[in-house]
């Protein structure tokens, strides 16, 4: 199974500033055929289901506030909050969807400082 | 309005039996393909079991392979899990959700949940 690893664990910024959680796969999640990384975020607020903000590691899901953004390639990812809002505190997983099973990061708990 | 309704969860007893259902509205289910993830109190995200779209290929991660059997009923728009030998690291919400539309194996559509609790 690939592993997920995410860091931090937890993080605490001020309101307007940047955001930035970082996700790390045991392995390469890039399929060489189609140069797409395999890679999806979901934020989880408080007693809400997970919701879709990123896949293809850097494409957001429709509705999606553009201060969200995704980056990396392989087997390093990042996801970026450029201005933290009140509204984004939540825990934020990422998922690899190269493989079966498809595997999760343990999560970030983002809130505001 | 687009939605999956999760039901069916409860309190059960090491050993017992639960089935959950998950009810489709606002799409299109038989083009579906469907999965159940769970998280513990508290703990992150585990998928646990894809069945496609004509319930022909069905898919379990190892920690509940032979104890949980999914299926579904696309006359009736509801996926189901039948969960059996229920232990207490069952204990979770169970969630219900859908691959990507053009079926890559990212969930962009989950239910809100029905809490399972095995205690005795």
């Known amino acids: 199974d690939i592993v997920m690893t995410q860091s931090p664990d937890s993080l605490a910024v001020s309101l307007g500033e940047r955001a930035t959680i970082n996700c790390k796969s045991s392995q390469n999640v890039l399929y060489n055929s189609n140069n797409k990384n395999y890679l999806a975020w979901y934020q989880q607020k408080p007693g809400q289901p997970p919701k879709l903000i990123i896949y293809?590691?850097?494409t957001r899901e429709f509705g999606v506030p553009d201060r969200f953004s995704g980056s990396g390639s392989g087997t390093d990812f990042t996801l970026t909050i450029s201005s933290l809002q009140a509204e984004d505190v939540a825990v934020y997983y990422c998922q690899q969807y190269y493989s079966t099973p498809q595997t999760f990061g343990q999560g970030t708990k983002l809130e505001i400082k | 309005q687009v939605q999956l309704v999760e039901s069916g969860g409860g309190l059960v007893k090491p050993g017992g039996s639960l089935r959950l259902s998950c009810a489709a509205s606002g799409l299109t289910f038989s083009d579906c393909q469907l999965n159940w993830i769970r998280q513990a109190p508290g703990k992150g995200l585990e998928w646990l079991s894809y069945i496609s779209s004509s319930g022909n290929t069905i898919h379990y991660a190892d920690s509940v392979k032979g104890r949980f059997t999914i299926s579904r009923d696309n006359a009736k728009n509801s996926l189901y899990l039948q969960m059996t030998s229920l232990r207490a690291e069952d204990t979770a919400v169970y969630y219900c959700a859908k691959y990507s539309d053009d079926n890559y194996w990212y969930f962009n559509l989950w239910g809100r949940g029905t809490l399972v609790t095995v205690s005795s």
């Open positions: 293809w590691a850097s």
